[in-house]
């Protein structure tokens, strides 16, 4: 039986605390580290709340979860479920530290299923996430993949599935 184990990865951003906090945690617009998704929660941004990213037309509810820290500026932990695949959640942690004159950003993914789609969905995507934080930090714009991922959004919406619709993912 394969047991559950954690995937971490650190990036230093050279930007304040913050800054890649307050980008991180932003609910009213596309976010183009979480492929274009948009983060929306019951009840504002806050642990014990319940959240969904949801695509930028706001059609199509890509992940759900529960907010299970909310510290700040420095730890934002959530349980993460995506919903095109029926598997147990894990757990998300961004971590932020002041370290070398900016912000060391840590993504740390706990509960994987060694093997899972979700695990490797989660694994590959973590590059990703940090890479166009940086840039969108540092920058004000993110990498040319995050770019790409936000022209794109709209033709991958429409590739949904119907169990995605929002109205079938409340929060």
Same mark, same amino acid.
């Given at each position: 039986? @394969?047991?559950?184990?954690?995937?971490? @990865?650190?990036?230093?951003?050279?930007a304040p605390k913050e800054t890649v906090w307050n980008t991180l945690v932003k609910t009213d617009e596309a976010l183009p580290f979480f492929f274009g998704a948009v983060c929306e929660t019951s009840d504002g941004m806050r642990a014990d709340v319940n959240y969904r990213m949801v695509s930028a037309n706001r059609k199509v509810a890509m992940?759900?979860? !529960?907010?299970?820290?909310?510290? *700040?500026?420095?730890?934002?932990?959530?349980?993460? !479920?995506?919903?095109?695949?029926?598997? &147990?959640?894990?757990?998300?942690?961004?971590?932020?530290?002041?370290?070398?004159?900016?912000?060391?950003?840590?993504?740390?993914?706990?509960?994987?299923? *060694?093997?899972?789609?979700?695990?490797?969905?989660?694994?590959?995507?973590?590059?990703?996430?940090? =890479? @166009?934080? =940086?840039?969108?930090?540092?920058?004000? !714009? *993110? %990498?040319?993949?995050? !770019?790409?991922?936000?022209?794109?959004?709209?033709?991958?919406?429409?590739?949904?599935? =119907?169990?995605?619709?929002? %109205? @079938?993912? &409340?929060?």
């Amino acid at each position: 039986m @394969n047991s559950a184990t954690t995937q971490i @990865n650190r990036v230093l951003i050279r930007a304040p605390k913050e800054t890649v906090w307050n980008t991180l945690v932003k609910t009213d617009e596309a976010l183009p580290f979480f492929f274009g998704a948009v983060c929306e929660t019951s009840d504002g941004m806050r642990a014990d709340v319940n959240y969904r990213m949801v695509s930028a037309n706001r059609k199509v509810a890509m992940v759900v979860g !529960r907010v299970l820290r909310f510290e *700040p500026p420095d730890v934002y932990s959530h349980t993460f !479920r995506m919903t095109n695949i029926d598997e &147990p959640p894990v757990t998300v942690t961004y971590t932020l530290t002041e370290k070398d004159g900016g912000t060391e950003f840590e993504l740390r993914i706990d509960d994987l299923v *060694p093997g899972s789609k979700l695990a490797k969905e989660m694994v590959s995507s973590q590059g990703f996430i940090a =890479k @166009n934080l =940086k840039s969108l930090c540092e920058t004000g !714009r *993110p %990498a040319f993949s995050g !770019r790409m991922v936000g022209w794109l959004g709209p033709v991958f919406t429409r590739f949904a599935g =119907k169990s995605q619709a929002i %109205a @079938n993912w &409340p929060i």
